[in-house]
């Protein structure tokens, strides 16, 4: 049986404890980026579907190459709440002022195996390299193991330079290269989609649960 750690939030931060009990973390929750600016995380709720459009909007196109489906379309927005097809396990977004700036999502959509799980997270380009994504991906690391999965997948670009960096932090290893499977829209370039994975049993038998979570 792996070790899962307890988290309790008090007003001098966040601490953490290995225990047999279920990861606990208090949302909303509130970080703060290298640049000082404060954001809110908290789950996805149904009444962001206006804001989740807005942010989409903002984002370049090659970016949205991991949906499926066209994210800039209301209809597809709502079925993410309202379609059994498209049963999320958990959401989270970054808010500031109200304005989604960033969402990750864990989910088993397309995955037939119980014990994995997929991350997606796009972020804001204005927020990209403050340390945003990688406190939303420790997160959704941490809800992965919460729900109990053994393993994570992820899938992106090969010039996705800014989430390979926190895969490379984590210890994400990759899978398989599909060589020119994506095609760019707008440039009308292939890139490769890379597959990587990353093993809980691994990151618990290795006793990197604190840096991985609160670490630098």
């Known amino acids: 049986m792996l070790l899962s750690p307890t988290i309790w939030v008090s007003k001098y931060g966040m601490n953490i404890a290995y225990t047999n009990k279920i990861t606990m973390i ?43 489906d066209d994210v800039s379309r209301w209809e597809t ?36 195996w119980k014990n994995t799980a997929e991350i997606k997270l796009i972020v804001h380009p204005e927020y990209r390299g403050k340390g945003l994504g990688s406190q939303m991906f420790r997160i959704l690391l941490t809800e992965g ?5 053994e393993k994570i997948v992820v899938r992106f670009t090969s010039d996705n330079t800014s989430f390979i960096r926190i ?14 499977y994506v095609k760019d829209e707008e440039s009308g370039q292939y890139k490769d989609l890379v597959v990587a994975t990353y093993s809980f049993e691994d990151w618990m038998k290795r006793f990197e649960l604190y840096r991985f979570l609160y670490g630098k």
Not at 34 to 51: A, M, S
Not at 83 to 108: C, M, N, R, W
Not at 168 to 180: I, N, Q, T, W, Y
Request: charged share 35%; net charge positive; proline share 5%.
């Open 77 to 112: 927005v709502e079925s993410w709440f309202i379609s059994p097809k498209y049963t999320k396990v958990f959401q989270l977004v970054a808010l500031k002022d109200e304005e989604i700036v960033a969402k990750g999502t864990l989910h088993q959509e397309g995955l037939y």
């Open 145 to 149: 193991l919460n729900h109990r999965f």
């Open 167 to 180: 895969l490379d932090r984590f210890g994400f290893k990759p899978e398989a290269v599909l060589r020119c």
């Open 26 to 68: 208090v949302y909303p929750k509130e970080i703060i980026l290298r640049d000082k600016r404060r954001i809110i995380l908290r789950p996805l709720e149904e009444r962001d579907i206006e804001r989740l459009i807005a942010f989409f909007s903002k984002i370049p196109s090659s970016d949205l190459i991991i949906y499926k």
